[in-house]
């Protein structure tokens, strides 16, 4: 059955998101600062174990008001893995009301550990964006720079929350043992030897010479941890005591050489102070007073501005004294609840100084939710009836209900309050962020105002504001699908004489040019080595990329380019004649119109598109929403071509993926790639609280992990284990993990097997956080066949070979391929990777074929399957109220769950039943009605 369902979105995706006056004053330019959005997910439960179902309601916000979203409706809920590779999305409608809910199934395929839930909407994409550092020969895998760039993105706005997931348990309900076991690795990391870490961050953010002003600092040990402690700065004393923060007074007349010194475990740590710069201004906060001080500024009056989550809520202008000094009561009556940032900045609109600082009128308090007829205890199987009552402006909230004798301590107490109003507006992790809410005394709403100092992070940055650059997304309101069309690049088909140079390192060659080389050529030498095509043993030397080197030592094969590699890339690159004519190259866009063609597969129905893109090659098409998966196949042809050409594109070689395809048709995708670090305060629980972790160590001792005052000592190993092949760090399906890399602009819209195993290792890996290229070897259901690099004869010996070329050549086909797994030490979230100098593969990819010969759907063109919208389970309530009861035990931790709970007015009634253990319970709600978020908080 065909239908037309599309609707072109040419001109709406190029639509502003509203149409305003110009005014390009300061001031203006403030107020028209665009709206963003937040995230916020509710959960079951506080830690999970593998099998549980981790269960979650997402609430999406404006960010000025925080009431429900009337921008986006779809947002994109992720689970990460511990190591940062996305286990899974899902795509949740976002209803009028600004939620939307899901759940996650926890695999025993999973791996125990820490594992991240990211979440946001594709408008939160456009801000807060910074370029990951990449150098150019990992620019030269891209189509073009455009790709490189787009994909070397991380994103700084979104939702994370990270969340313990533990080994199943040993004996049916017996949650007592709560256990991680890492995956394992070839190497084991190195422990960080003691050290002491202090940050300066000057009131203001810059240290100005002349001036006095007040220095917060943090005191971190080698994890991350906060350090309380004592140190000083000539006479005076300085304390550390929360969390390992504090802050000291540095005088005008201070010597500004002059050494801050900590004692820490026995030894002195001294620290430089922040560089003094020569102009500037100093500001000093005090509640709601203000000072100012600017030294070597030729300006007469200042502008002081402040933001709320982005919305400009005070502006005015300051006149400064013959000192350049001025102060200023800033009246907070008119300031929103929540992080206000204040910014010093010329009439011109250069930003000086700005800082943080947080206003509570109390009047969320209000918006509480509370729960009645909550028991002490509950028996077993008993019936448990809860009255909640919340605001009028509450429709429907989020409710958890958990057997508390199973929660996991955890630095994250926080809530849809204190995320929403505090954590989401600072850089990085907040530990125990309710401990800021608890109480409105002085040593608390100093602790908080030390916190915004240290952790402070400009969200809502005025720089990019005034930049008034346009913004790359709009508020995503329905399923989409868009990107551009480009040239296909030229390449030469593989041959099956290739195989024995690709086991030997030279992947990246044609066999044209390998021949081309001759006898006294660049690989004539090695030609002798070759028996009937089938392989050679070894490579002793390649004087190519070095000088001859001893046969035990591996070679980096850099094949990428002739020219020399530079770090941001910004010089052209050379044409070489080493790898595929069109590696390396900068290809641009498209400079004329062709005609994108597709269908759309669901089961029986199928949907059929055709589009004009315009003169750069851009598309874009809408979907009718659907639940679960679709397949979609789509190639283009030119504006111009004769019937008789369309014709023999439709109707010959549709499914012949070694067919070169008219055009590379590319989506544009938006996902984050990279995963961030993790905190200190995210794996680890409060020092009162123990869990067991067991990691494979051998070899040179070190330092032992206390568990409950037991020290545990280990060995850590110097050579480099096997790989246990049942244990991938990640797998994908093969084919859609082709289809990722092609539209990120890996792959340039048709499969090469001379560079695939790197593609999709780059793909899942970035740039390994290093600047030469990761070094890959690729399988075929173990069969090794492939490597970036040139072996030494143990490494050839151990790899023998056992298939001919053409048996290894006929299964270089997508269609036979199953599923890529990865080997590797190296995580994303880690700041640096894994020894580089090994005699082996930094990155190991397995391809599990399809079983006994078979095949898979693959095609010339573009054949993609489409995740549609995420249909959320229902969560199981037994009822136990008829007898006799059931002989099987329920173990259930989270008693009850309803992400959609509804109101009648402003109360409503639940009734469940607890399992088969006697129970005290923890309670957690979660809404957004008109005023707001409202919370109940565990209890």
């Known amino acids: 059955m065909n239908k037309c369902i599309f609707r072109l979105l040419m001109g709406l995706l190029c639509m502003p998101l509203c149409m305003q006056a110009q005014d390009n004053s300061l001031k203006g330019r403030l107020e028209k600062a665009p709206i963003q959005e937040k995230v916020y997910l509710h959960l079951d439960n506080t830690s999970y174990f593998m099998s549980d179902t981790l269960w979650y309601k997402a609430y999406v916000v404006k960010a000025n008001d925080l009431t429900p979203t009337d921008m986006s409706r779809i947002v994109y809920v992720e689970l990460v893995s511990p190591d940062g590779f996305v286990v899974e999305r899902q795509q949740l409608i976002v209803s009028a009301d600004g939620y939307g809910a899901g759940n996650f199934a926890l695999t025993d395929s999973l791996y125990s550990g820490y594992y991240e839930l990211r979440a946001y909407t594709r408008w939160m994409l456009n801000f807060n964006v910074t370029e990951k550092s990449y150098n150019r020969i990992y620019r030269e895998e891209f189509y073009n720079r455009k790709m490189a760039a787009d994909f070397f993105r991380e994103y700084g706005s979104l939702y994370s929350r990270v969340v313990p997931i533990y080994e199943r348990p040993l004996q049916a309900g017996d949650y007592s043992l709560k256990s991680i076991v890492p995956r394992p690795r070839q190497r084991a990391r190195k422990v960080p030897k003691p050290q002491l870490n202090v940050a300066f961050f000057p009131e203001g953010g810059n240290r100005i010479a002349g001036t006095s002003q007040r220095i917060a600092f943090e005191a971190t040990n080698e994890l991350g941890e906060g350090v309380n402690l004592m140190g000083s700065l000539g006479q005076q004393s300085i304390v550390a005591n929360h969390l390992g923060r504090g802050v000291f007074s540095l005088n005008s007349s201070q010597d500004a050489s002059e050494k801050v010194v900590f004692n820490y475990k026995g030894k002195s740590y001294s620290f430089d102070l922040p560089v003094a710069q020569p102009q500037g201004i100093a500001i000093h906060l005090n509640q709601d007073q203000l000072q100012l001080q600017a030294v070597g500024l030729n300006a007469p009056a200042l502008t002081i501005a402040i933001l709320c989550r982005g919305e400009l809520r005070d502006y ?84 958890a209900v958990r057997d508390n004798s199973y929660d996991t301590p955890t630095y994250d107490t926080g809530n849809i309050l204190t995320d929403l109003l505090l954590a989401s507006d600072l850089k990085g992790f907040v530990a125990n962020p309710d401990y800021y809410f608890e109480a409105d005394d002085s040593t608390h709403r100093a602790r908080l105002d030390l916190l915004l100092m240290v952790q402070g992070w400009r969200r809502y940055d005025v720089k990019d504001i005034l930049a008034d650059k346009p913004l790359r997304y709009q508020p995503e309101t329905a399923m989409t699908v868009e990107g551009h069309v480009y040239s296909t690049p030229s390449s030469h088909p593989i041959e099956p004489e290739e195989m024995p140079w690709w086991r030997m390192g030279i992947f990246g060659w044609t066999l044209d040019a390998i021949n081309a080389s001759g006898e006294a050529g660049e690989f004539g030498k090695y030609s002798e080595r070759f028996s009937n095509g089938e392989g050679m043993t070894y490579l002793a030397e390649q004087e190519k990329y070095g000088e001859p080197t001893d046969n035990n030592k591996t070679q980096r094969a850099e094949v990428v380019s002739n020219t020399a590699t530079d770090e941001r890339g ?70 111009n071509i004769s019937k008789k050409k369309k014709k023999k594109l439709d109707d010959y070689d549709v499914f012949n993926e070694d067919a070169w395809p008219e055009y590379y048709v590319k989506r544009d995708l938006f996902y984050p790639v990279f995963a961030s670090k993790y905190s200190f305060y995210q794996t ?141 030490d190296f995580s994303l979230r880690e700041d640096d990777h894994p020894e580089m100098n090994s005699k082996s593969a930094d990155v190991v990819v397995d391809y599990d074929m399809m079983p006994q010969d078979a095949t898979r759907y ?82």
């Open 858 to 939: 693959t095609m010339r063109d573009r054949r993609i399957v489409l995740h549609g919208f995420t249909m959320p389970d229902e969560f199981y309530h037994p009822d136990y109220s008829q007898t006799p009861l059931p002989s099987t035990k329920d173990y259930r931790r989270t008693l009850y769950w309803n992400p959609n709970l509804k109101l009648d007015g402003t109360e409503t009634h639940v009734d469940f039943y607890n399992g088969s253990r006697s129970a005290t319970l923890s309670i957690s709600g979660a809404a957004i009605g008109a005023n707001g978020p409202s919370t109940l908080s565990p209890r």
């Open 684 to 824: 680890h629980q409060p020092a009162s609280q123990w869990e067991e972790t067991y990691e494979e160590t051998d070899t040179v001792e070190y330092a032992g992990t206390e568990l409950n005052e037991l020290n545990v000592k280990a060995r850590r190993r110097k050579s480099k284990h096997a790989i246990v092949w049942s244990k991938p760090a990640c797998q994908y399906d093969a084919v859609e993990l082709y289809n990722l890399l092609t539209d990120y602009g890996l792959s340039y819209g048709k499969v090469n097997f001379r560079r695939l195993p790197l593609q999709m290792s780059i793909m899942l890996m970035g740039n390994y956080n290093a600047k030469q290229m990761f070094l890959v070897d690729a399988r075929l259901d173990r069969y090794l066949f492939y490597r970036t690099y040139v072996p030494n004869k143990e490494q050839s010996d151990a790899s023998p070979v056992t298939r001919s070329n053409w048996a290894v050549f006929k299964d270089l086909k997508l269609k036979r391929l199953q599923t890529a797994k990865f080997y590797t």
């Open 316 to 399: 005015q202008d300051i006149n400064l004294d013959a000192t350049g000094a001025a102060s200023l009561r800033l009246n907070t009556s008119k300031l929103p609840t929540g992080v206000n940032d204040l910014v010093v900045m010329t009439q011109e609109g250069q930003v000086l100084a700005d800082r943080l600082f947080f206003v509570d009128h109390h009047d969320l308090n209000k918006q509480q939710i509370t729960v009645e007829g909550l028991k002490k205890e509950y028996g077993p199987y008993e019936k448990i009836s809860l009255k909640l009552q919340a605001p009028a402006n509450i429709k429907t909230m989020s409710l």
């Open 570 to 639: 910004d010089q052209e690159p050379e044409a070489t004649n080493q790898t595929d004519a069109e590696h390396g190259v900068d290809h641009g866009s498209l400079k004329k119109e062709v005609v994108v063609k597709g269908e759309v597969v669901m089961g029986t129905d199928v949907w059929q598109v055709e589009q004009r893109t315009d003169k750069g090659g851009h598309y874009a098409f809408s979907l009718e929403p659907f639940y679960g998966d679709a397949i979609l196949m789509m190639g283009a042809y030119g504006d």
